[in-house]
């Protein structure tokens, strides 16, 4: 039998299909362009097509994530916070915290020896501290997010960024700008705005390693270097695809509960 596990995100739509043994058979991202019944339809059109299973040999759905409730099947509408903790355990079982950024939230989960989630902390209220961050700016600077990384890991200055609102902050940016700024040196000081806030959230909770970093932000080599310069900490980054983690985590708890 198979299972089937999908985060359904305000930006993207992650989706996991899992054997009974475990075994991740298929995985795929898309963007959820703001229509999540669409999205879920997709992403399992997707699944069963690049694994070859037949949907009457899912023995078990499980949805998470924002659109979480528009998954167009019989499903069971799965918590993020668990299903996140779920699939950090299972990729990283040696891990004590999870720090996630998605596109639309950031938060900070404890775990005990177990797997089961102790206490959190979560951002959901201002995009500064989300992967929205980092998309409003690249789009006022018109610098492609992919290439982000690179740019501030190579900048040899730091404009400093004291905005700690997304929508202040795209204007001090544009003000850099017009000063005549390098590009990356501004994109240098947002990396550090946005390593800065997150590191404060997660210092409200009393973090222990292994720390695990999930979501789509984890890929961002230089946004992982500043978390660590701050936290005086070695993280660990979801491997192979940091965007997954709520997927296999749904996946797996649907299977659990079947």
């Not at 023995?59 to 668990?82: C, E, F, Q, V």
């Not at 404060?200 to 080599?221: C, H, P, Q, T, Y």
Request: one cysteine or more; a negative charge; proline letters at 3%.
């Amino acid at each position: 039998m198979y299972y089937i596990g999908c985060d359904i995100g305000t930006g993207y739509t992650k989706g996991v299909l899992l054997s009974e043994d475990g075994k991740i058979m298929a995985s795929s991202i898309i963007p959820t362009n703001a229509d999540p019944r669409s999205a879920g339809k997709v992403i399992v059109e997707e699944l069963v097509e690049k694994s070859d299973v037949k949907k009457e040999d899912v023995a078990g759905w499980g949805s998470t994530g924002w659109g979480r409730a528009y998954l167009p099947m019989d499903h069971k509408d799965l918590s993020l916070i668990n299903c996140i903790a779920k699939g950090a355990n299972f990729l990283h079982p040696s891990c004590r915290t999870i720090i996630d950024i998605g596109a639309q939230h950031s938060m900070v989960i404890l775990l005990d020896e177990k797997g089961q989630v102790l206490e959190f902390r979560q951002n959901d209220r201002c995009a500064a501290g989300s992967g929205r961050f980092i998309e409003v700016i690249s789009e006022a600077l018109q610098v492609n997010i992919e290439e982000i990384s690179s740019l501030v890991l190579n900048a040899k200055e730091k404009v400093n960024i004291t905005s700690q609102c997304a929508v202040f902050a795209e204007s001090e940016v544009i003000a850099h700008v017009n000063e005549g700024k390098p590009v990356d040196a501004i994109l240098a000081g947002i990396i550090e705005s946005l390593g800065r806030s997150l590191v404060a959230m997660a210092k409200r909770l009393l973090i222990e390693e292994d720390i695990f970093v999930s979501g789509g932000m984890a890929k961002n080599r230089a946004l992982i270097e500043v978390m660590q310069e701050h936290l005086e900490e070695k993280l660990n980054p979801a491997e192979p695809e940091p965007q997954l983690v709520g997927a296999i985590g749904a996946a797996l708890l649907v299977k659990e509960k079947s």
